[in-house]
């Protein structure tokens, strides 16, 4: 039995559908991640879950108990928000044991629980003081601390790091994946950050315009992709999408690309990654999509493998990032952009090869931006 499931769910707001038959199942002790642009509907779904909005068809079951009607506070849900709302005029003692209060726990276990998630969220020399005379890093930990001391069956988390500063953020991403190791507790997380979703989810679920696009592990939804978009929304700098005609017959189709001024480039799309579609598209014009790192300086991190295919361009702008250096180059009719490691010596204007990973890369339907291969 699912810990959480998500039944068909549709919103409207007056007459804007903003959720579109949203189903989800997660199992006890997953950590899910919801991702998608701004307005696509995470937070309404996150409120739905929490019971602080009521959907407009469609159910909710936790632990395989209907909760669609009940009221936030009979759903066995703790949410811990962007803007964590401590209640100023209480200590951060009091502001963990306030919804076990609400609950009418017994002063001792109160007393135990505070003293349990202080410890476990390193906040125990904090416990008297007001939320004002705290760092924003320590607000975030009381506000889960809060959450935490309920111990309810699902953690729900709406963007909660979003008002830390970059280091603290990191600090925190790492104390989040180190509680759910320790503690096993059923997650649904809201973020916009790239990294967090790929470091903590077991899945992440990609949104757009109130429908999941696709749902899998992260690995699934950064590799393999379902589409266009969430190839594109997936990873930072994004996929480079370039446009390519196909041509060639099963066992040895290639990838024409037109560059100005220079000679077309010729890709090969390796045997192995051969779908029954690419048949109906042969003299068409495809998207291949090539992530930034599925670039490598010539006779580097690829080797001479036959997949990996050799480009000459020269490179427009370098951006070193520290741990690597990102390149804009052209290709085709748009700009790339390029990771390479950090050792590589080139400067703007200068001609650089690069091999290609085709093994890695994608192919998408120019029109519909479905994925073909
Ligand atoms: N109370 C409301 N009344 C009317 N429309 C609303 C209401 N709340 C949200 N919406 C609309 O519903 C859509 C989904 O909003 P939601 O806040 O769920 O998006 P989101 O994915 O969480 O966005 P963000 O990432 O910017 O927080 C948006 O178009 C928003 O304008």
Redesign the pocket.
């Known amino acids: 039995m699912s810990a959480l499931e998500i039944d068909n769910v549709c919103k409207d ?2 007459t ?1 559908r ?1 959720l579109e038959e949203v189903s989800l199942a997660i199992d006890s002790g997953e950590f899910l991640i919801l991702v ?10 996150m409120n739905a879950i929490a019971g602080l909005e009521p959907v407009t068809s469609g159910r909710i079951l936790v632990g395989g108990d209907d909760i669609t009607w009940r009221t936030p506070a009979e759903r066995d849900i703790a949410m811990v928000f962007q803007s964590y709302a401590l209640y100023p005029s209480m200590t951060v003692r009091g502001n963990i044991a306030f919804g076990l209060e609400m609950r009418k726990v017994p002063k001792a276990e109160r007393e135990a629980a505070v003293e349990r998630v202080a410890d476990l969220l390193q906040i125990s020399h904090l416990l008297d003081r007001k939320p004002a005379q705290l760092s924003g890093g320590q607000r975030q930990r009381v506000a889960m601390g809060r959450a935490l001391a309920r111990e309810p069956q699902i953690y729900l988390f709406d963007e909660p790091l979003s008002n830390l500063d970059a280091k603290l953020r990191v600090e925190m991403r790492t104390e989040i994946k180190k509680l759910h190791q320790r503690l096993g507790t059923t997650i649904v997380y ?1 973020t ?1 950050d790239q990294i967090e979703a790929m470091t903590l989810a077991d899945s992440i679920a990609v ?1 757009r315009d109130g429908r999941i696009l696709q749902l899998g592990t992260p690995d699934e939804v950064y590799n393999d992709p379902v589409d266009k978009y969430v190839a594109g929304f997936m990873g930072s700098p994004s996929m480079n999408f370039i446009d390519a005609r196909l041509d060639g017959e099963p066992g040895a189709y290639r990838l024409h690309i037109a560059t100005e001024g220079e000679a077309a480039l010729t890709l090969p799309w390796p045997e192995s990654r051969e779908t029954p579609m690419l048949a109906e598209r042969v003299g068409q014009t495809v998207t291949l999509g090539l992530r930034p790192e599925h670039f490598a300086e010539e006779d580097t991190r690829l080797g001479d493998r036959a997949e990996g295919t050799l480009l000459s361009a020269r490179v427009s702008v370098v951006e070193p990032t520290g741990a690597d250096i990102l390149l804009r180059l052209p290709l085709g009719a748009t700009e790339i952009t390029a990771r390479v490691g950090p050792d590589c010596r080139i400067a703007s204007g200068e001609r650089l090869g690069l091999r290609v990973d085709m093994r890695r890369a994608a192919l998408f339907d120019a029109d519909t931006d479905a994925r073909l291969a």
Request: charged share 5%; with cysteine.
């Open positions: 707001f007056g804007t903003v998608g642009p701004s307005g696509c509907g995470k937070s309404t779904l809201v916009h949104m």
